[in-house]
């Protein structure tokens, strides 16, 4: 990247944030098409209200510019969504109305509003570019991905070594054992004859012309120091031949995976003092809301904040460094200052995001012109979520209040984004069966806190969008499409970032556990 000029990186971070928008309204183009209707709650698919700039006819072609990135200071008003792919009847349904301002609007498909984030992730880490590759040594690696293939720089093991403790022997037995013996660090030690052994420790450098290793416990000793086995040697045994994991050059690991205390290990092993890592995505936590307590008994009228608690933890987990929390109540004053002086990537507000006279972030998002990109999505709980461009290299994420609807807003926008931004590779979706059926909303996805045993997702009672006593059980959430899933359904899972075995009257058997990283 060093030969090239500023000029022609800002071309290519800008081409790359034009073919993402593309590719976001041509998912909502291919729903439209289907149904012969219109997608919803994607900025530039149309609508009802129409920005400074375009039509709000959300066609494709020439115009396509000036509709897909107006900055908006309503939400688009979408006509239609589709199913979950995992829907087994492919037909769609009308999302149900908000009434904000006014004016009818209509939410996005789950499915279109989770690409739509991701897609804004990846341009926004393309614009981020090398400035976002840092080269770190290995105790601060820990947590981040890879911005380059992970590379033996020496032959695993470097030299030929013993995987036992015993004697090292070379020849048919029995054998005369020298009197000094072979220890691990050692460089280079005598070559042995045929006919001659020496006890070497686990680790340890082999002798040359060495025929193999005899276990301290498949071996003894005579009172002449003579070694016999006690069943058959065979050429080479408990020996680690030299490259025999990898060689000098060999990929041991991709750019975009995850470093893990054994990536660490394997890292460590292969040479490396440092290793050159995306940089963690900066997020900036804001806590609205007169009525949080930070601390003591709910109280009149009051409260306990539980979402200032989780997100951090839960932002980190996926990727991202929060560098503030910050409590501003229900001040709209406070709200636009705290947005127009921050410099994180993310943005994450709680509460506020729909239209009651405390909701400040629409206005908010207004004053600075914003473009919003998605702008309440059709899943219950949290369909109020937004995602906006608050400025170029900026987002953000506006999640309900209510501890789960906030956890579906996480997942739903806030997870794509940061895994692009991370440097993540996207995870391959699976289905499991549920153990009971789900009911479902008559034209949402549902998002269902479950725990899976065996072969079962089972799901958990404990599921209202202000609750966490089920998400705090879960292994995941269970994605449902509208109209509900049958026992036996095969449903979409979200993983958590963490294993959790339940017991009580939530988990069924806790018997199993299943780990989600």
């Not at 030969?3 to 800002?10: D, I, N, V």
């Not at 020996?239 to 893990?260: N, W």
């Not at 307590?293 to 929060?322: C, N, S």
């Not at 908010?364 to 995602?387: F, I, K, N």
Request: net charge negative; glycine share 12%; hydrophobic share 40%.
């Amino acid at each position: 990247m060093s030969g090239q000029s500023a000029e022609s990186l800002a071309a290519q971070a800008r081409a790359a944030e034009d073919g993402a928008v593309d590719e976001a309204l041509a998912l909502v183009n291919e729903a439209r098409a289907a149904d012969g209707r219109g997608a919803g709650g994607v900025a530039g698919s149309g609508g009802g209200r129409s920005g400074r700039a375009g039509s709000g006819t959300g066609r494709p072609g020439p115009e396509r510019g000036s509709v897909e990135r107006s900055r908006r200071t309503e939400p688009a008003t979408p006509t239609s969504h589709p199913d979950h792919p995992g829907d087994a009847d492919p037909a769609r349904h009308s999302a149900p109305s908000d009434q904000r301002a006014g004016s009818r609007h209509q939410a996005a498909s789950w499915s279109a509003a989770r690409a739509v984030a991701g897609r804004a992730g990846r341009a926004a880490a393309a614009r981020r570019g090398g400035a976002a590759e840092r080269r770190v040594p290995l105790d601060r690696a820990l947590g981040l991905t890879l911005a380059e293939p992970l590379a033996a720089l020496s032959d695993l093991p470097s030299f030929d070594t013993s995987a036992m403790d015993g004697w090292v022997v070379a020849g048919p037995g029995p054998w005369d054992v020298r009197a000094v013996g072979i220890l691990a660090g050692q460089d280079r030690p005598e070559p042995l004859s045929d006919g001659e052994a020496v006890q070497i420790a686990t680790g340890a450098r082999i002798p040359r012309d060495a025929t193999a290793v005899i276990r301290s416990e498949h071996g003894r000793t005579d009172d002449k120091g003579r070694l016999f086995a006690l069943r058959d040697v065979g050429h080479g045994q408990d020996i680690r031949p030299r490259g025999q994991e990898c060689r000098s050059g060999d990929q041991l690991l991709p750019t975009g995976a995850l470093v893990t205390p054994a990536v660490l290990g394997l890292a460590a092993a292969a040479g490396y003092d440092e290793l050159l890592t995306v940089a963690r995505p900066r997020a900036e936590v804001f806590i609205l809301g007169d009525e949080l307590l930070t601390e003591g008994l709910p109280r009149e009228g009051l409260i306990r904040d539980a979402l200032g608690p989780m997100l951090p933890p839960w932002l980190r987990a996926l990727g991202a460094e929060v560098i503030s929390v910050r409590r501003l109540g229900d001040d709209p004053k406070a709200l636009l200052k705290a947005v127009q002086a921050s410099d994180a990537d993310l943005i994450v507000t709680t509460g506020g995001t729909a239209s009651g006279p405390v909701d400040h972030v629409h206005p908010t998002l207004s004053r600075v012109d914003a473009e919003l990109l998605v702008d309440g999505v059709a899943v219950r709980p949290g369909h109020p979520m937004l995602l906006a461009r608050t400025k170029e290299g900026q987002h953000l994420v506006g999640l309900p209040g209510n501890p789960l609807a906030a956890v579906s807003g996480l997942l739903t926008l806030a997870e794509p984004l940061l895994r692009m931004l991370a440097g993540r590779p996207e995870q391959e979706p699976y289905t499991v069966p549920l153990q009971g059926a789900v009911q479902g909303h008559p034209h949402d996805t549902r998002l269902v806190p479950v725990v899976v045993r065996g072969e079962d997702a089972v799901p958990l009672r404990y599921n209202g969008p202000a609750m966490l006593r089920g998400i705090a059980a879960a292994d995941g959430l269970a994605v449902v499409a509208p109209g509900g899933a049958k026992a036996g359904r095969e449903v979409e899972i979200l993983d958590l970032p963490w294993s959790w075995n339940p017991a009580g009257d939530d988990g069924g058997d806790a018997s199993a556990e299943r780990c989600f990283t």
